[in-house]
């Protein structure tokens, strides 16, 4: 059941952040303050989701085979890879490393 | 100066084929991943309706990676959506930005809202002209819709034949995603400033905090770091457009952090690179990089001439 609330909660709040950009007059979020909060929240949350979910199992910090996979990533991030590469790549380098023993 | 003959002159219109390959371009190569996200979802523990119903009515692939992410370490379902809408919330400047571009008529936009995602913005914002922005948006948008959706059934249905979807190092492709996303975002100094802190902050909450907060505290590297700058060595005072939004991320062609400029951010970036500093906190406010005559002389006064100067410097070349 939670996971449905999870789902209804997050639906409706997406959908209303999207269509509130579509619709309201531009200038009410173009005040600089928000813009610039808006353009940094996204990092911040992004940078930690990208960490958490590469070093962490629930609420323990566990390195494994996955850093070896979102290393190379990073690496394939830089070499300008294609969005689907990277992801591949990522993928294909943890199971790799895990078969490994990692 | 010899830059000046090699900047790209403005793209002539482009046919409406032209734009069509670019949006179903675009469109195939992240509506596939939604594979990924099927069996990261299913692997979670939800079950396929649920998984589906994600896609289909989220349809924001970072905010549903992240609520699966956030559940499946044992969130709780508000903790988790809240980090799930915060990731959301770019997408109320995207649609900003399509908003003056598309000119929908007010009875589409509760349609047209559900396709504001990253990709969409990419590729409508790459066109000129309104015809060329409503084709790459909507050739964009359902492709994406169509693929993702589909992909994510095949993945969360999939899922049980993989056995273990970890052996298969698909729970490397959620935070390669995110990563993905945040690259070409890292452009300034603020910027890396805030992923940095960020990272710090939920590593060092995950063993204190309970599931899906610590993603929540490190949002707060943002007004951190915006409340230090100017403050701290490093830091400037001004980040050079990042008033404006960051670039959306391109899938196809990402832009590269390490770019030393591209034609739309260049001045900025100039300024960030050669002023240090100087040139950034002297100028204050966001004169230095927006106009090349203000630099050199807010410069000067504060002793900080060689930055600014080659900052307005850069400026011209790509202005």
Not at chain 2, 61 to 67: E, I, K, P, V, Y
């Amino acid at each position: 059941m939670s996971v449905w609330i999870a789902i209804g909660v997050t639906t409706v709040g997406c959908y209303l952040v999207k269509l509130l950009g579509l619709s309201v007059p531009a200038g009410v979020l173009e005040r600089p303050a928000v813009k610039r909060l808006a353009a940094l929240v996204p990092i911040a949350l992004l940078a930690a989701l990208t960490a958490q979910q590469t070093l962490s199992e629930g609420t323990a910090l566990v390195p494994d085979a996955r850093v070896a996979g979102v290393g190379a990533a990073a690496v394939a991030l830089l070499l300008r890879a294609p969005f689907l590469v990277v992801v591949g790549v990522a993928v294909l380098v943890t199971a790799g490393a895990r078969a490994l023993g990692a | 100066m010899t830059q000046q003959t090699g900047i790209r002159t403005e793209a002539p219109p482009r046919s409406d084929a032209a734009v069509v390959r670019d949006a179903l371009g675009v469109g195939v190569a992240v509506g596939l991943s939604g594979f990924a996200f099927g069996v990261t979802a299913a692997g979670a523990g939800l079950t396929v309706l649920q998984t589906c119903a994600l896609s289909l009515l989220v349809f924001t692939g970072a905010s549903q990676f992240a609520l699966v992410g956030a559940l499946a370490a044992g969130g709780n379902p508000f903790t988790a959506a809240a980090g799930a809408f915060f990731l959301g919330v770019r997408n109320a400047f995207y649609g900003l930005r399509l908003a003056q571009l598309l000119r929908l008529p007010r009875a589409l936009r509760p349609f047209a809202a559900q396709w504001v995602i990253d990709e969409t913005t990419v590729v409508t914002l790459a066109q000129s002209g309104r015809r060329a922005a409503r084709i790459g948006f909507a050739v964009t948008g359902a492709t994406v819709y169509l693929l993702w959706n589909l992909t994510t059934l095949l993945g969360a249905l999939g899922a049980s034949a993989l056995g273990d979807p970890d052996a298969w190092g698909l729970d490397a492709a959620g935070p390669a995603v995110f990563l993905a996303l945040l690259a070409p975002m890292l452009r300034t100094a603020v910027e890396r400033a805030v992923a940095g802190l960020a990272v710090v902050l939920v590593l060092v909450g995950v063993p204190l905090l309970p599931a899906g907060v610590p993603v929540l505290v490190s949002a707060l590297a943002a007004p951190a770091v915006l409340a230090l700058r100017g403050r701290v060595p490093g830091l400037p005072k001004t980040e050079p457009d990042t008033a404006d939004l960051p670039d959306p991320p391109d899938p196809e062609d990402p832009p590269h952090p390490l770019d030393p400029a591209d034609p739309g951010r260049g001045g900025a970036d100039g300024t960030g690179a050669v002023g240090g500093d100087g040139a950034r906190t002297a100028t204050g406010g966001r004169a230095g990089t927006g106009r090349a005559a203000a630099g050199p002389e807010t410069g000067a006064e504060t002793g900080a001439e060689s930055g600014a100067e080659t900052g307005a410097d850069e400026k011209e070349q790509v202005g």
